[in-house]
């Protein structure tokens, strides 16, 4: 029931206008312009004269195919509710949990190579506070998105600090937890804050239903320079990971200005 339930509200949303079709394509296009020239015709033509994929034709998805081999259009589904957010998210959304794992060690590299070492870069974590370096990947400005994060957190009130520190950690070559799919972690995109008060689906105990009982206590004034940078948190999520945030700017563009 929980698959159909799915299977429905994506085909809903994949059977859209091509205005909502031509908008997921654009937004992708302007996340990645070092990268991407164009997305025309369900293909996205690249600076390097390659081309690939940018809708694999194969109509709606379940949740668990949606999930495990989105396409890149895909991947905007399930658009990111930016802001404060009222109430759990509903089931089985999870905006920027699908990941087409092409498209990103284009971008990035594949780590299971050695393609995403040479562009890691230091970022300064809460230089007043913390001072630990962490290993954050220089393309598309991914650290220094990360290092006007730091600087913005740093400010926040003492009471904040335990949240944030210890990271638990950004770069890392490793597959998702109970998947063989690549981490975001894997592209050096993505952070682990603190894990004292971080919540986990994995971690809590189902509800009545089998479902993950969502449960959250990073505040939101955290939430919200993450996401200014153009970092999407995995508390808005049904299968919520609270400690995350990964640079998606295709779901969530940047509007805070670098220093």
Sequence with gaps: ?????????????????????????????????????????????????????????????????????????????????AGHAIGPPKPNSDPGRARNTAFFTKIYGDCRKGEVTPNLVDVVWLPKHDGRRLKVTSVNGVARRLAAVSHALDALPHSFKSYLTPPAGTYNCREIAGTNRLSAHSY???????????????????????????????????????????FIWGGKWHHHDTMHFEYRPELLPPTAPLQ
């Design 188 to 230: 050096g995109i993505a952070i682990d804050i603190a894990t004292s008060h971080a919540d986990y689906w994995r971690w809590s105990k189902p509800g009545p239903d089998g479902e993950p009982v969502w449960r959250n206590r990073i505040p939101f004034e955290i939430v919200k320079i993450f996401e200014a940078h153009g």
């Design 1 to 81: 029931m929980r698959c159909l339930l799915a299977s429905v509200a994506l085909i809903a949303f994949n059977s859209g206008t091509k205005a909502q079709y031509e908008n997921a394509s654009d937004l992708v296009a302007a996340a990645y312009p070092d990268q991407i020239t164009a997305i025309r015709n369900g293909t996205i033509f690249w600076r390097d004269d390659t081309t690939s994929q940018f809708d694999d034709g194969s109509g709606p998805k379940t949740f668990q195919n949606w999930l495990a081999r989105p396409d890149v259009e895909d991947m905007l589904l399930q658009p990111y509710p």
